[in-house]
């Protein structure tokens, strides 16, 4: 009874970690590219071709569409394509291979030895260097080029408004700023190449266009519990970090579950039973 007790509380311990965040949530303008005020997505399209951009979710994945009016194929050259942020140039296609699996284990005991084999399963991933596009149609593909914490927390001064949003439980007090091109604290560049052929001959053609945060939020609520950020626009991305408080739940968390899994484990005198 006293384990289970003692893992019940480590369970809600680390479960209110999920209060115990800053969100800050993001809204992108372009100082080059249309914005679709319905959708939140970026989008640019000539006599040849429709580009879109969007931007929703945890540190702004990258969702590129790209669709091909002509009557001959186009290709994306992605080894020639990257983001550009606080003047460092990261390439739409990861640097290394990840590899995903599981490992699964079987042991047994035969008198005084024990033996044990593990079998690896799993697929190594890489995105493609040239994406290959028909005539009338089109590809989209997401690339996370933004790493875990890359905006990290914006300093309090940005913020400089106070407003109400509304929830399920009932409205809640954010902080908000509100920011043009020249005192946007986040800015970054999209740089998209792509080329059609002509024989042996590539003629290529780039896409520069340039984003920055117009508008951030302050808040402890999860951004889908706020009605107005609830819908999945294309322009909105959030970052969250732990608090200091959520720092010393965390600690005091895994200690919990430390001696929640030690309550469990069978003592000297219950193996001699």
Request: aromatic share 12%; charged share 20%; glycine share 8%.
């Amino acid at each position: 009874m006293k384990s289970l007790t003692n893992l019940l509380l480590s369970g809600i311990l680390l479960f209110s970690l999920s209060s115990c965040s800053t969100y800050y949530i993001n809204t992108l303008s372009s100082t080059n590219m249309a914005k679709d005020e319905t959708t939140g997505d970026f989008e640019f399209e000539n006599d040849s071709l429709k580009i879109s951009y969007r931007f929703a979710g945890e540190d702004a994945p990258v969702k590129v569409k790209v669709y091909n009016k002509l009557s001959t194929p186009v290709f994306v050259d992605w080894t020639k394509s990257a983001l550009v942020f606080d003047g460092q140039a990261k390439g739409f296609i990861p640097e290394e291979i990840k590899f995903k699996g599981d490992i699964s284990t079987s042991a047994w005991r035969d008198g005084n030895w024990s033996s044990a084999e593990s079998t690896i399963r799993g697929s190594v991933q890489n995105q493609k260097s040239t994406s290959f596009i028909p005539p009338a149609s089109g590809m989209e593909t997401t690339i996370k080029s933004f790493e875990e914490g890359t905006f990290g927390a914006l300093p309090e001064s940005v913020f400089n408004e106070v407003d109400f949003f509304s929830t399920l439980q009932g409205d809640l007090k954010v902080k908000v700023g509100r920011f043009d091109r020249s005192n946007s604290p986040m800015i970054f560049r999209t740089y998209l190449t792509l080329y059609t052929q002509d024989g042996q001959k590539n003629n290529t053609f780039s896409f520069d266009r340039e984003f920055y945060v117009s508008k951030s939020v302050k808040t402890t609520g999860k951004p889908y519990t706020i009605l107005e950020y609830n819908r999945d626009a294309g322009d909105v991305f959030y970052t969250s970090k732990l608090t200091g408080y959520g720092k010393t739940v965390m600690g005091v968390g895994v200690a919990a579950a430390v001696v929640g899994a030690a309550a469990l484990a069978p003592t000297d005198e219950t193996k001699s039973k």
